[in-house]
């Protein structure tokens, strides 16, 4: 399985980006996904997951109200969406991929299988 995570840049603060994270293989379907991001100097931290099926959601306080996280299995990608950008949510951020079909999100590290490249949020005026 391979992850290509996309659409990060530089965003003045206030703004919006929408990150994409596309899956190889066929059973994407089957596989809950999470964002993570690490901020320079500080440990991977986790942002957003979602189920299988896409009908539960979980968030890091830190970002909830202003991130969104969906998916698309048709196309095999999932998104996060970032509203109201501060400075502080500058880091690369990370998708990954579990294999699962219990409709459960994962918010640690060690549950994921796999993980894609990183995108870089730069959010600075």
């Known amino acids: 399985v391979q992850l290509q995570a996309s659409g990060g840049g530089l965003v003045q603060p206030g703004g919006s980006l929408r990150l994409s994270c596309e899956a190889s293989?066929?059973?994407?379907?089957?596989?809950?996904m999470g964002w993570f991001r690490q901020a320079p100097g500080k440990e991977r931290e986790f942002v957003a997951a979602i189920s299988w099926g896409g009908g539960s959601t979980y968030y890091a306080d830190s970002v909830k109200g202003r991130f969104t996280i969906s998916r698309d299995n048709a196309k095999a990608t999932v998104y996060l969406q970032m509203n109201s950008l501060k400075p502080e949510d500058t880091a690369v951020y990370y998708c990954?991929?579990?294999?699962?079909?219990?409709?459960?999100?994962?918010?640690?590290?060690?549950?994921?299988?796999?993980w894609g490249q990183g995108t870089l949020v730069t959010v600075s005026s």
């Open positions: 990954a991929a579990r294999n699962d079909y219990s409709g459960r999100y994962y918010y640690t590290q060690g549950e994921y299988d796999y």
């Open positions: 293989g066929r059973t994407f379907s089957s596989r809950a």
